[in-house]
């Protein structure tokens, strides 16, 4: 069973700021937060991660909350390539697991 | 770099038959995943190999899977005898290190289809 629960579907237009968000129930100190992404037909992409700080690489910036039970992944400026479905996990430093949900499929419209 | 090579893209094969898949990880990538994906069970972590080893194949669905990873640059699953409930995509992926750096690079995977 997945570890996280995202929304099913978003929709975001074009030019402006996706906010995806992200529970993490049964989130441990140790365990890292992850954000892959997926386009139709092709393999998951990685785009970011993070332990406690809010990070941010070419890609997104990613908002973890204090308690690390949730995060937010932002694609500042979301263009139609963006459309995908977006899996959000949790995994420990020590662990070499990754378990994807079903992810939110955002759709980027014109 | 060329990225995680997969072959064949698709596979259309009948029930019964030997279906095997292949994967070239990112040369110096460590570790390899294969994973499968279905509409029903999403994607699932079928086998990990760390340093050519396999290290987990609790995910292989049953005898019928085999893995294999004879170098550092190749590895297969092979399905015999295939059925049509096998038909899904199957991704092979790579990384470098273990454990909390999960940077996995996916294949384009292979859809596999099983009449």
């Known amino acids: 069973d997945a570890k996280t629960t995202q929304p099913t579907s978003m929709d975001c237009a074009e030019g402006r700021a996706a906010n995806l968000p992200c529970n993490h129930s049964t989130i441990s100190g140790n365990e890292y937060v992850y954000w892959y992404r997926q386009i139709h037909s092709q393999g998951p992409q990685y785009i970011i991660h993070g332990l406690k700080n809010n990070e941010t690489n070419e890609m997104a910036s990613l908002i973890i909350t204090e308690d690390r039970k949730s995060s937010t992944l932002i694609l500042p400026h979301a263009t139609l390539r963006d459309t995908a479905v977006y899996y959000c996990?949790?995994?420990?430093?020590?662990?070499?697991?990754?378990?994807f949900g079903k992810g939110t499929k955002l759709s980027v419209i014109p | 770099d060329a990225g995680v090579i997969q072959s064949p893209r698709h596979e259309v094969t009948e029930m019964g038959q030997e279906v095997t898949l292949r994967c070239k990880p990112i040369s110096g990538h460590n570790s390899l995943f294969w994973y499968r994906q279905t509409m029903m069970r999403g994607l699932e972590l079928l086998i990990y190999f760390n340093n050519n080893v396999p290290i987990d194949d609790s995910g292989m669905p049953e005898d019928r899977f085999s893995a294999k990873m004879p170098n550092a640059s190749f590895s297969t699953l092979k399905i015999q005898p295939s059925e049509p409930r096998d038909s899904a995509v199957y991704f092979c992926?790579?990384?470098?290190?273990?454990?909390?750096?999960?940077?996995?690079?996916f294949g384009s995977g292979t859809q596999l289809s099983v009449l």
């Open positions: 992926a790579s990384s470098l290190g273990t454990g909390g750096r999960k940077k996995l690079f």
């Open positions: 996990t949790d995994s420990g430093a020590g662990s070499y697991q990754l378990t």
